[in-house]
T-cell receptor, first 116, second 111 residues
Framework: GAGVSQSPSNKVTEKGKDVELRCDPISGHTALYWYRQRLGQGLEFLIYFQGNSAPDKSGLPSDRFSAERTGESVSTLTIQRTQQEDSAVYLCASSPTPGPTNYGYTFGSGTRLTVV | KNEVEQSPQNLTAQEGEFITINCSYS?????LHWLQQHPGGGIVSLFM???GKKKHGRLIATINIQEKHSSLHITASHPRDSAVYICAVRGPGGGADGLTFGKGTHLIIQP
């Protein structure tokens, strides 16, 4: 597609349930990032995928969070046993093959997750 | 971990004014991004730079690597420029490092 597509755009879930968020990057973009933005807070890095390399999971806040990406296509972010503190906008971004510095990001419009 | 500081946190100005938003970071980087987040939450990447200066329309971004500082300027500001402007840096590892974000500058341009 023309941009980074995320679904669903909004998700309300009950505390304790699992949720799955989806990101469709721009075709040909090898790098894919997940970020989180809590209400009134700045953006937080969660996880980074680059091609078929092992992902950088250093930003995942707990073992309830996991993400997968098959090759250079769709990625899913899964949150198990959701907590109210997980309520946030989850943003996905993709970029072309990383060069020394010369590549930019395209952000999706985000998934607004509300845990009640 | 890089510390990214933006100033000011909030800025209200009149239409037509020249706007400057500053960003400082603590550790060497491979690139710095300026992002614009509109009230609906959508994020647009404005600039990515690793040295010097870039210009796009009324927007100008500069970076001083030695001083670990970047500025975003808006000339002839307009109410539609009202948004949160976010500075983000990528570590020296390049793509292997996720972005570290500043807390953003909330800009309001009044007609």
């Amino acid at each position: 597609g023309a941009g980074v597509s995320q679904s669903p755009s909004n998700k309300v879930t009950e505390k304790g349930k699992d949720v799955e968020l989806r990101c469709d990057p721009i075709s040909g973009h090898t790098a894919l990032y997940w970020y989180r933005q809590r209400l009134g807070q700045g953006l937080e890095f969660l996880i980074y995928f680059q091609g078929n390399s092992a992902p950088d999971k250093s930003g995942l806040p707990s073992d309830r969070f996991s993400a997968e990406r098959t090759g250079e296509s769709v990625s899913t972010l899964t949150i198990q046993r959701t907590q109210q503190e997980d309520s946030a906008v989850y943003l996905c971004a993709s970029s072309p093959t990383p060069g020394p510095t010369n590549y930019g990001y395209t952000f999706g419009s985000g998934t607004r997750l509300t845990v009640v | 971990k890089n510390e990214v500081e933006q100033s000011p946190q909030n800025l209200t100005a009149q239409e037509g004014e020249f706007i400057t938003i500053n960003c400082s970071y603590s550790v060497g980087i491979s690139a710095l991004h300026w992002l614009q987040q509109h009230p609906g939450g959508g994020i647009v990447s404005l600039f990515m730079l690793s040295s010097g200066k870039k210009k796009h329309g009324r927007l100008i971004a500069t970076i001083n690597i030695q001083e670990k500082h970047s500025s975003l300027h808006i000339t002839a500001s307009h109410p539609r420029d009202s948004a949160v402007y976010i500075c983000a840096v990528r570590g020296p590892g390049g793509g292997a490092d996720g972005l570290t974000f500043g807390k953003g500058t909330h800009l309001i341009i009044q007609p």
